[in-house]
């Protein structure tokens, strides 16, 4: 069974930083495309950023460009997504999320998420 | 980048009722074009790929049809356990993934 568990969230301040995590088990981790969707509060969803197996291409929505930075261990069966300078509207709950087998970049398998909250 | 404008944003429907919510793109995206539920309070969940290709496990009350810019998610027989909000999502460029704003779909 494919799981996914991200970790990291939590209050921060503007122009703070955190580190999410996201541990998969369950499959071949360094066989798929995996991603970062975010959901603020009451709203939809985002594709935050993505990472290709071997990590040689990385995506980014031009919000979070220069700010968040998306990276895998295949080795440890994780992503990780590096968020720096946080703004009140990166305040979400972030997802991790697997690329399904067929040809296309969409997400077959999601995590339970983690609240990242910025607030003073 | 192109856009993806879902309508309506919200609708009531009975039990039994054949619901239709539309997905249009701004621009052409062939049919990669993928549907997902996401129940209260719950993660989102993958129901068509493709435009028309059940995800497994599906109920075949869902399906989905389209191709260009025009595409639509039915449900042939809304169940209560239907209730939630349905999300379109364009994967034609993988540097520009999107999503529409989202249908919400309730019982009348």
């Known amino acids: 069974e494919v799981q996914l568990a991200e970790s990291g969230g939590g209050l921060v301040q503007p122009g703070g930083s955190l580190r999410l995590s996201c541990a998969a088990s369950?499959?071949?981790?360094?066989?798929?495309?995996m991603n970062w969707v975010r959901q603020a509060p009451g709203k939809g969803l985002e594709r935050v950023a993505s990472i290709k197996q071997d990590g040689s291409e990385k995506y980014y929505v031009d919000s979070v460009k220069g700010r968040f930075t998306i990276s895998r261990d295949n080795a440890r069966n994780s992503l990780y997504l590096q968020i720096n300078s946080l703004r009140a509207e990166d305040t979400a709950v972030y997802y991790c999320?697997?690329?399904?087998?067929?040809?296309?970049?969409?997400?077959?398998?999601w995590g339970q998420g983690t609240l990242v909250t910025v607030s003073s | 980048d192109i856009q993806m404008t879902q309508s309506p944003s919200s609708l009531s429907a009975s039990v039994g009722d054949r619901v239709t919510i539309t997905c249009r793109a701004s621009?052409?995206?062939?049919?990669?074009l993928a549907w997902y539920q996401q129940k209260p309070g719950k993660v989102p969940k993958l129901l068509i790929y493709?435009?028309?290709t059940l995800q497994s496990g599906v109920p075949s009350r869902f399906s989905g049809s389209g191709s260009g810019t025009d595409f639509t998610l039915t449900i042939s027989s809304l169940q209560p356990e239907d209730v939630a909000t349905y999300y379109c999502q364009k994967y034609n460029s993988v540097s520009s993934l999107t999503f529409g704003g989202g249908t919400k779909v309730e019982i009348k």
């Open positions: 369950g499959f071949t981790f360094s066989s798929y495309w």
């Open positions: 621009q052409g995206i062939s049919n990669y």
């Open positions: 493709a435009a028309s």
């Open positions: 999320a697997r690329d399904h087998e067929q040809p296309g970049l969409f997400f077959d398998s």
